[in-house]
């Protein structure tokens, strides 16, 4: 009965106004009625998976469900290289643009490390065509995140510092493994660099302005439970329940007509998102004149070599 009532507004209200997104909301509803009778806590039944993968990035997509789990793949500590956010694009347009799939779940195949951030030796020692080709795909990446149509769950199972809490923030929903042993937040200040205006606006748009400016000023790295506490993550569950979790709340989510969210995501995140869009090339250029100052080559020559140095 539920199931029916829940169809019935989708359907409803799919009229002239929501055109695009018409066609993709009757196949989405044949999807959402499979999905609510899924126990939620079970993997994907192997015959419905259609895995694919590139190098760095593995995405196993469950068609009856309609829900891919992309992780990242760049050992040792899944640095957000060029070629992985090359990688990501292509994948991420693959799976926007089949209209089956209405959900990704965004985790780590690397146990530990969800993502170490933007990888430090992509912005340091190369010309400036190389940085500048570098911020383009960072900002492509965080662009496809943050708007996209799909619902976006991050299973953060591990550190997620910089640029990795950054795919963590463009997501609708985290869930963090609640291991003391893991930090997220950005950082960048303790490599000091600055976060761009857009890493920034994500974080006040979810943790609010007073504890942005303090987390961004000092580089707060939070402990799970921190990192709750401020809102800066929305879940902590055990080791071994990320992805369960990932996927009982994906469930929950998929029962709201996709267009009505889909049109309340754009409603929230588009200033955010347009912000950037609008000075695009100027951040740009901002990026490549910033981190080809010689005291910010120094100073990340110092930070990985702090990293290779430190005791472990
Ligand atoms: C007026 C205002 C103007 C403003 C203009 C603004 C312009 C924009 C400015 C620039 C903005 C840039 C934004 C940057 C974002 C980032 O994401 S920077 C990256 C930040 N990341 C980090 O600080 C994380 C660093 N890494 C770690 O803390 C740890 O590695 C780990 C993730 C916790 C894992 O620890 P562990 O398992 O112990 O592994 P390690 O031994 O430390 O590392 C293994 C090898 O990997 C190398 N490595 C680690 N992180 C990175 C990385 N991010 N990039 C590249 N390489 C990395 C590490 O050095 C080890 O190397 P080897 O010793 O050679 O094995």
């Known amino acids: 009965m ?83 956010l090359t990688e990501f694009v292509i994948s991420w347009e693959k799976l926007e643009n089949d209209k089956s799939c209405r959900g990704v779940i965004l985790t780590s195949n690397s146990p530990k490390i969800f993502s170490a951030g933007l990888d430090i030796t992509d912005m340091y020692g190369k010309n400036a065509a190389h940085y500048a080709e570098f911020w383009k795909a960072v900002q492509e990446v965080w662009l496809k995140l943050y708007t996209s149509n799909m619902v976006v769950i991050a299973a953060i199972n591990g550190s997620s510092p910089a640029g990795g809490c950054l795919m963590s923030l463009a997501s609708d929903y985290r869930i963090m493994a609640d291991n003391p042993k893991y930090t997220i937040g950005l950082n960048e200040t303790l490599l000091g660099i600055v976060a761009p205006f857009w890493f920034k606006d994500n974080l006040v748009n979810t943790i609010g302005n007073r504890a942005s400016e303090h987390a961004l000023q000092r580089g707060l790295l939070f402990p799970p439970a921190d990192a709750l506490k401020i809102g800066l993550v929305d879940q902590i569950v055990p080791e071994d329940k990320v992805q369960s979790t990932a996927l009982s709340v994906m469930s929950e989510w998929l029962k709201i007509p996709d267009h009505a969210r889909q049109l309340t995501k754009t409603m929230m995140r588009k200033p955010t998102a347009d912000r950037l869009l609008k000075q695009r090339e100027a951040d740009i250029q901002n990026f490549v004149s910033f981190i080809s100052k010689d005291s910010i080559q120094k100073s990340l020559h110092m930070y990985l070599k702090f990293l290779k140095e430190r005791e472990k």
């Open 2 to 84: 539920a199931l029916r009532a829940v169809s019935a507004l989708t359907w409803g209200l799919g009229g002239p106004g929501v055109g695009p997104l018409r066609s993709g909301t009757f196949l989405r509803c044949a999807t959402q009625h499979r999905l609510e009778k899924m126990p939620s806590s079970i993997g994907f039944p192997e015959a419905s998976r259609r895995p694919f993968s590139s190098h760095r990035i593995l995405v196993d997509v469950d068609q009856s469900h309609g829900v891919a789990t992309m992780k990242l793949k760049n050992p040792p500590v899944n640095s957000l290289s060029l070629e992985l």
